[in-house]
């Protein structure tokens, strides 16, 4: 078992950022691929960004490249998320999750092995 916490949501202002952090542990976190997933009120659970193992390696939902940045502390057990320029659209539930399959990650598919319970980002505008 991978035991996923997530933490930094809150609320901020349109233009502002913040930095989300999901603090892993159990199971030795550089074996693990890593992903941020948003679930906006009233809408399906969605592909953010993912990481792989060593860190050497991001991918990103179209609609975030630019504003989004994925990173990976291995000797922390911790995955981030940097958001640039929120937006009201940005409003959502934030989840981090962790597969074994990079491939998983890549296809930003929504059976990951472990998730965590999520974060509230709130953007005013």
């Known amino acids: 078992q991978v035991q996923l916490v997530e933490s930094g949501g809150g609320l901020v202002q349109a233009g502002g950022s913040l930095r989300l952090s999901c603090a892993a542990s159990?199971?030795?976190?550089?074996?693990?691929?890593m992903a941020w997933f948003r679930q906006a009120p009233g809408k399906e659970r969605e592909f953010v960004a993912g990481i792989n193992w060593s860190g050497g390696s991001t991918y990103y939902a179209d609609s975030v490249k630019g504003r989004f940045t994925i990173s990976r502390d291995n000797a922390k057990n911790t995955v981030y998320l940097e958001i640039n320029s929120l937006q009201p659209e940005d409003t959502a539930v934030y989840y981090c999750a962790a597969d074994r399959i990079l491939r998983t990650v890549v296809l930003g598919r929504n059976d990951m092995d472990f998730w965590g319970k999520g974060t509230l980002v709130t953007v005013s505008s």
């Open positions: 159990g199971r030795t976190f550089s074996n693990y691929a």
